[in-house]
């Protein structure tokens, strides 16, 4: 079955500290991958996604995500983090023909001044 | 300038009572999605429409019900709330001919007592 995994649920980081947020996907074809970001009490904005093409993909907020099909991996970075970047992120995978998401279970960044 | 948008922004209701969320979008969109994500939880798809055609997930249970009177409205009917069914809904939207990017509204959160 398609699934997504997001094995960290807290994580913390101080302010200017680099960020990796961890993504890994069970699907059998080349899959279409997503990042959102959610603050609390808010809908959901989406940073980037990945169809095909370049691995690296560049989203907004200065975020970028890998796509690495060996490693079955989508993870999500940000060389330099903001006090507003404190949030959940939710990995989320594209599944059947109209396009249901798949979400993993969330990390919740707290970023300390 | 919002293009997804959800009333009211929290709901309560009492146990039994029935309540109705509202979801319109300014996008034209020919999809539109309801989840349900209830505390520290990843979001869960409980229906579409594409176009007028209704698809419900198959766990989705008999007490919520839809309705998509026009390209721009969908409602969220919960014909009797349970204690379990206090969550955000988020509503979200998708160009069917030419994307694969869903775009969230900023959800109702429902309070049932």
């Known amino acids: 079955a398609q699934s997504v995994t997001q094995p960290d649920i807290h994580i913390t980081v101080s302010e200017g500290a680099s960020l990796e947020l961890r993504c890994n996907y069970s699907?059998?074809?080349?899959?279409?991958l997503f990042w959102y970001v959610q603050s609390p009490g808010q809908g959901l904005q989406l940073l980037l996604k990945?169809?095909?093409?370049?691995?690296l993909v560049q989203g907004i907020k200065g975020f970028e995500a890998e796509f690495k099909r060996s490693q079955s991996s989508f993870n999500l970075r940000k060389p330099s983090v903001h006090w507003s970047d404190a949030a959940e992120y939710f990995c989320a995978g594209r599944s059947g023909g109209y396009n249901k998401l798949i979400f993993g279970a969330g990390t919740r960044l707290a970023v300390h001044p | 300038d919002a293009m997804v948008i959800q009333n009211p922004r929290y709901q309560v209701t009492q146990f039994g009572k029935p309540v109705t969320l509202s979801c319109s979008q300014t996008?034209?969109?020919?999809?539109m999605y309801w989840y349900q994500q209830k505390s520290s939880q990843a979001p869960k798809l409980l229906f579409h429409?594409?176009?007028?055609?209704?698809?419900n997930e198959a766990d989705t249970p008999d007490n919520f019900q839809s309705r998509r009177p026009n390209t721009s409205f969908c409602f969220l009917d919960i014909r009797s709330p349970g204690l379990g069914d206090a969550a955000m809904y988020l509503c979200?939207?998708?160009?069917?001919?030419?994307?694969?990017?869903?775009?969230f509204g900023p959800g109702t959160r429902l309070t049932v007592l």
């Open positions: 429409y594409y176009d007028k055609d209704f698809n």
């Open positions: 990945y169809f095909s093409g370049d691995t």
């Open positions: 996008l034209n969109h020919n999809v």
């Open positions: 979200a939207t998708r160009d069917g001919s030419s994307t694969d990017t869903q775009y």
């Open positions: 699907y059998g074809a080349t899959p279409y």
